[in-house]
């Protein structure tokens, strides 16, 4: 299992955020839709009836938010408190309606604008039509499949992203 920019892939699974276990809540993407997880958030919408697929609240890397993290720890450890997961918001919009679903993040320290970024673009093609996103879902479950040994190093990970997200230039 491995996390590439807001993903967390786990063999031939692909979750948006991190994977969630037991009741919590969590956003997985099959071939079939998203699929909602976790207690008091169940459903599943069909690629057909997606329109827009985007994150909210999404903890982007700062040095501001490092220190703050190192601050939050310090105290939360010092006092005795509980650190308390960071959540994402995915929202599923439809014809009808935009469902806002929770999941938690999987980078403690939040994530790079640039796997920010990519990981916005790839979530909308995501919603081009059934073959992009069937032939995306299918190459990440197969990187998640063949893919042994953690997550990869930021540079390999935003390769990756440019690739699923089909920009195959690269960037410096």
């Known amino acids: 299992m491995a996390m590439v920019g807001l993903f967390w892939i786990a063999e031939g699974d692909v979750y948006v955020g991190a994977k969630p276990s037991g ?7 099959t071939p079939e839709g998203v699929t909602s997880l976790g207690h008091q958030q169940s459903g ?3 690629w057909d009836d997606v329109h ?3 994150v909210e609240d999404v903890p982007v890397k700062s040095l ?3 220190l703050g993290v190192v ?3 310090a105290l939360s450890v010092g006092l005795g408190g509980q650190d308390a997961a960071a959540t994402m918001t995915v929202c599923v919009g439809t014809a009808d309606e ?3 679903l929770t999941t938690y993040v999987a980078a403690a320290s939040g994530y790079t604008q640039t796997e920010y970024d990519l990981s916005r673009a790839l979530l909308s093609r995501l919603t081009d039509g059934a073959a992009t996103m069937m032939t995306t879902l299918a190459a990440m479950a197969e990187w998640g499949r063949s893919h042994e040994g953690g997550t990869p ?5 935003e390769r990756l992203l440019r690739e699923w997200a089909g920009e195959n230039a690269p960037r410096a």
């Open 23 to 29: 009741l919590a809540p969590g956003v997985r993407m």
């Open 44 to 46: 599943l919408w069909l």
């Open 52 to 54: 827009t697929l985007t």
């Open 64 to 66: 501001k938010r490092q």
């Open 71 to 73: 601050v939050d720890m």
């Open 98 to 100: 935009e469902i806002e």
């Open 153 to 157: 190093r930021q540079g390999e990970r």
